[in-house]
C-alpha cells in the first residue's frame, strides 16, 4: 500500500506539471474560470498527455524508469517558461490547507484498499498484463500481433502501467494507473461537497455530482476486479464524464485558447479506439469554434498530430492496420496480421478467447 501511496503521490505532481505545461502551451490557463476546477482539469489533462508520450516512447525505447522520467521532466519544463504558468501552479499552493491535505488522504488510502482486494480477471493475464511486460522490456514490437491477436489491441493506459512494472515491483504495479484515476475521480466529491456546505452550486457542479455518484457506485459494483488490472475500462468510463463535464465549464469561456474538453477527447484516443466516435464530434465542434483563428488553426493541427499519431503507429507496428482490429487502412506490411484473424477480432468482444488457449502459457512463451 505504502508503494502505491508514493506512486500516486509522484504521479500526481508529474501530471499537474504536464498538464500546465500543455494547457499554457495551446491554449490560456485561465480560461476555466474557478481555480479548482482548473486544477482538474489540469491534472486530467497531463495524465492523458503523460501516457500518449509514454506510448510514443515506446516506438523507440523500451518503458524503463529512467527513459519515462526524462520525458516526464521534458514535459514538466514548460510550465516554468512563462509568468503565467507559474503564477499558475503558485495559486494552486493555496489548495495545501489541512483539511484538503487530511481528506485527500483519507480518499488515497479508502482507493489503495479498493484496488488491493480484487482478483485478476482472464482478459488481463489475456493480453493486458502482457502488453504492459513488452513495453517495459522491448518497447514496441513490430509485428507482436502475431504472437497472440488480442496483444494487437494498443493502449496508452499499458504503457503508463509499464515504467512502474519493474524490479521488486514487477507483479504488484497492475492496479497502480486505474487505482491512480479512481483517486483523482473521488477527489470530484470532495469538491462538490465542499461546494455544497458552502452554498456555491453551479450546473456544472450538479451535473459532476450526480454522475460522479452513478459512475463511481458501478465501479465498486461491477468493475472492481478490472480495477485490479491494468485494463483501461475504468478510466474509459471515467473519463467520459469528465469530458462532458469540461464542455459544461467552458461552454460560457472567454478563453480564446483550444479547450480542454478536446484535448482530453483527443487524448482518450489512445485508450480504447471505441472512444473515436467521441473524438470525432469534439474535434469537429472544435474546429468550428476556432474556424476564424489562423493561430488556433495552427495549434489545433499540431494538438492533433501530437495525440493521434503514436497510437496510430504503434498499432501499425504492432499489428500492420493503424486501426486494428478494422482492416480499412491495410498497407499491405510484411509483419501484417492475417486479415482474417483481424476481422474475427473485430466481431468478437476482446476479452474472449479460444478454448486452447492458456494464458500461462502465454506469460511463459512471451515473457
Known sequence: MLFYLVAWALLFCVCLMVGTSVMGLVGCPSAIERPADRLLATLWVGLLTLATALLALSIVAPLRPHWCALVAAGLSLPALWSKETRQTLNAYRGFCTLPVVLGVLAIALATAWLVLRGTLLEDARMYHIPRVRWYSEYGTVFGLALLEPHLGFTSTWHALTAPFDVGIFRGRAYALANGFVCLLFAVNFLLVGKRICQGKML??????????????????????????????????????????????????????????????????LGLKLSLAPLVAISTLVELWRI?????????????????????????????????????????????????????????????????????????????
Open 203 to 268: 450546473d456544472s457542479d450538479w451535473f459532476l455530482t450526480i454522475a460522479s455518484v452513478i459512475y463511481f457506485g458501478n465501479v465498486i459494483r461491477r468493475y472492481t476486479q478490472i480495477v485490479f488490472s491494468p485494463s483501461p475500462d475504468v478510466i474509459v468510463a471515467f473519463l467520459i464524464i469528465m469530458i462532458c463535464w469540461l464542455f459544461l465549464i467552458e461552454s460560457n469561456s472567454s478563453g480564446r485558447g483550444l479547450r480542454t474538453a478536446w484535448l482530453c477527447s483527443l487524448g482518450a
Open 291 to 367: 474556424r476564424a483563428s489562423y493561430l488556433l488553426l495552427c495549434r489545433f493541427s499540431v494538438a492533433m498530430v501530437t495525440y493521434v499519431v503514436p497510437f496510430l503507429a504503434v498499432q501499425f507496428i504492432s499489428t500492420g492496420f493503424p486501426l486494428y482490429p478494422s482492416t480499412i487502412l491495410g498497407l499491405g506490411a510484411d509483419w501484417a496480421i492475417d486479415t482474417q484473424t483481424a476481422e474475427l477480432e473485430a466481431k468478437l468482444p476482446p476479452y474472449y478467447c479460444s478454448l486452447w488457449f492458456s494464458s500461462n502459457t502465454l506469460l511463459r512463451n512471451t515473457l
